[in-house]
């Protein structure tokens, strides 16, 4: 199938006082038109930064794209202008971020909100934006839009605020969408809506979806790719069943074991990865997880895995792999 976006070998670093932060490293990943794939990891681990670097807003000086290509419809947006980045994002890229309540502007009615976006990609009329504005409301479920787009976000609950979130990211139709840990400041209930209702948006647009979370548990909800990231790398990538089911890389392991469990005796401690993330000052030179690795071999500290399939669709950065680290004595 076509690709909407293909992100090759993504290199991003901050400029700190205390030097370079190598924030994400050789990142490289696709999305096909329709898909909903996932990326997941703790935080810092640069989810989130790639996120920003495919709506190219990423701070600036500070944050700079050092190498690689991000290539949404055949087209390399790292070199686009910032004019022409204005008209991508919101219209072909939208992005649906973590808090609504720090996204939406506190001072202007919902209604305005939802129709700027419009305005502005589709050229249309006030009052014909903001009839579109009513009709996106009633997609993502808020009851009497009429009146609702004459609020201000403080008169919407919680759950209602992502849900006005939703109809401002989609209400030009992007064909990719970004979620940026959408349902993080929500309880269960409304994260079960909203993660349904994204499903259901996704399969009557058609539209492509990169979903950001640290839960792998929303992830088997919604998405069929999963893509681990840690310390600015990919680790692992697979579809969910594999991920799932047939996770090889010990970080991704550990992230499927920390996820509560139905069938947990209430004593049950929940499992945790020791340990922190290395410093991505000075990232290291063998395999990123070796610090916090149970696995861990003597060449894992020395000698950076690399990422190889473990099936045609499963790949994974792991020595654990080599034919050799069957007999681990030789590696440790
Ligand atoms: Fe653990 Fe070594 Fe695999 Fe890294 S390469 S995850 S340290 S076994």
Redesign the pocket.
Known sequence: MENILEINDLNVSFDTSAGKVKAVRGVSFSVEKGEAIAIVGESGCGKSVTAKAIMRLLPSPQAKIEKGSILLNGENIVLKSEKAMGKIRGNEVGMIFQDPMTSLNPTTKIGIQIAEGIIRHRRISKKEALEHAIKMLELVGISQPEKRIHQYPHEFSGGMRQRVMIAIALACRPRLLIADEPTTALDVTIQAQILQLMKELQQKTDTSIILITHDLGVVAEMCSKVVVMYAGEI?ETGSVEEIFSKPT???TKGLLKSIPRLDMDKHEKLSTITGTPPDLLDPPK?????P??????K???EHK?EFEAVSPTQYS????KHPM?KNRKQFV
């Open positions: 680790v890389h010990p970080y063998g395999c990123s997880f070796y916090r690795c149970e696995m861990a071999m060449i894992c500290a895995p950065s792991c020595w654990l680290a």
